[in-house]
C-alpha cells in the first residue's frame, strides 16, 4: 500500500482523485467536505472506525472491492414511463440499501429543469446536480447524476442510496409543503420506484423526512421530529402499493 498515501480532508492531487474514483465520487482531486462524509459512511459499512482518515486498511478495502468491476458508461436522457424504461440507468456499481424519495421544494404548477437543478446545486459547492433521477411536471423522468456516483441528497445516506425527486412539493404561495403531484407525476413515481425495487431487491424506500434523526430513541420517527417536510407526501403509501404488486418486501 505504499503508493497509496494516508489522506485526510483537506488533501488535494492524484491520489485524492484516485480515492474519488474508487468511491465512485464526483473527480475533482480535493478532498473536501463531501468526499470526507462520503469516507465516513464507506468506512462505517465496511466495518472500519468512522474517521475519515484513508490509511493502509481504508485502501486496501476499496482496492479489492473494486477488483474485478468494469465501468459503466452512463447517459443522460429523457425517458417516458408507460413507454420506455429501458434508458433508465442500468444497476449501479454501488452498493444499494435505500432509494431516498425528495421533492424540488417548489411552487405547484412550477416546471424545473435538470439545468436549472444543477445550477442550484453548484452555488451550494456540489460538482453537479445531486439526485439521480428527476420527475418533471409531465411526468417525464430523466437521469440526473451518474448512477454509479454517490449522490449528493441526503447527509449520512449518500454513499449507498439512490436519489429521486419530483418537481414540486409547495404550494402556489413558495412556503407551504404540500403534495403536488400531477396524475402524470404519480404514475411514474410508481413505475420508476417499481423499476428500481428490481434493480435493488433489499433496498428500503423512504421519504427524505423519513431519516431525520430520532431524538427520543424510541426507534420511531414522529412528525415532530422530522427536520423538514420533503417530500411533503407520506411515502408510506408508495411501499403499500409496491407491496401489493409484490415488488417490495
Same mark, same amino acid.
Given at each position: 500500500m505504499e503508493q497509496y498515501p494516508t489522506i485526510r +480532508? %483537506? @488533501?488535494?492531487?492524484?491520489?485524492?482523485a484516485a480515492l474519488q474514483r474508487l468511491l465512485h465520487l464526483q473527480v475533482d482531486s480535493v478532498f473536501?467536505?463531501?468526499?470526507?462524509?462520503?469516507?465516513?459512511?464507506? $468506512?462505517?459499512?465496511?466495518? *472500519?472506525?468512522?474517521?475519515?482518515?484513508?490509511g493502509p486498511r481504508t485502501w486496501a478495502k476499496l482496492l479489492k472491492e473494486e477488483a474485478g468491476v468494469n465501468e459503466i458508461e452512463q447517459k443522460r436522457d429523457v425517458v417516458i414511463v408507460g413507454v420506455d424504461l429501458s434508458r433508465v440507468h442500468p444497476t449501479s456499481r454501488r452498493s444499494i440499501s435505500e432509494i431516498i424519495i425528495h421533492?424540488?421544494?417548489? %411552487?405547484?404548477?412550477?416546471?424545473?429543469?435538470?439545468?436549472? *437543478?444543477?445550477?442550484?446545486?453548484?452555488k451550494r459547492g456540489f460538482s453537479t446536480i445531486g439526485y439521480h433521477y428527476v420527475i418533471g411536471l409531465d411526468g417525464k423522468i430523466r437521469n440526473g !447524476? @451518474?448512477?454509479?456516483?454517490?449522490?449528493?441528497?441526503c447527509v449520512g445516506h449518500n454513499?449507498?442510496?439512490?436519489g429521486v425527486v419530483y418537481v414540486g412539493g409547495l404550494a402556489a404561495d413558495g412556503k407551504t409543503p404540500k403534495?403536488? +403531484?400531477?396524475?402524470? $407525476?404519480?404514475?411514474?413515481?410508481?413505475? *420508476?420506484?417499481?423499476r428500481l425495487c428490481k434493480l435493488y431487491p433489499n433496498a428500503r424506500i423512504c421519504g427524505h423526512r423519513e431519516l431525520s434523526k430520532d431524538q427520543n430513541g424510541d426507534g420511531i420517527i414522529s412528525p415532530w421530529e422530522w427536520e423538514k417536510q420533503c417530500p411533503s407526501f407520506d411515502v408510506s403509501e408508495l411501499r403499500?402499493? *409496491? !407491496?401489493k404488486i409484490k415488488v417490495y418486501k
Open positions: +480532508r %483537506p @488533501n488535494e492531487g492524484e491520489a485524492v473536501g467536505p463531501l468526499t470526507e462524509e462520503a469516507v465516513k459512511e464507506w $468506512q462505517t459499512w465496511h466495518g *472500519l472506525k468512522p474517521d475519515g482518515v484513508v421533492c424540488t421544494a417548489t %411552487p405547484e404548477g412550477r416546471e424545473v429543469s435538470i439545468d436549472e *437543478l444543477t445550477r442550484w446545486h453548484k !447524476r @451518474n448512477i454509479d456516483v454517490a449522490g449528493a441528497h454513499t449507498h442510496s439512490v403534495d403536488t +403531484r400531477t396524475a402524470a $407525476q404519480r404514475k411514474s413515481l410508481l413505475a *420508476l420506484l417499481t403499500t402499493e *409496491l !407491496r
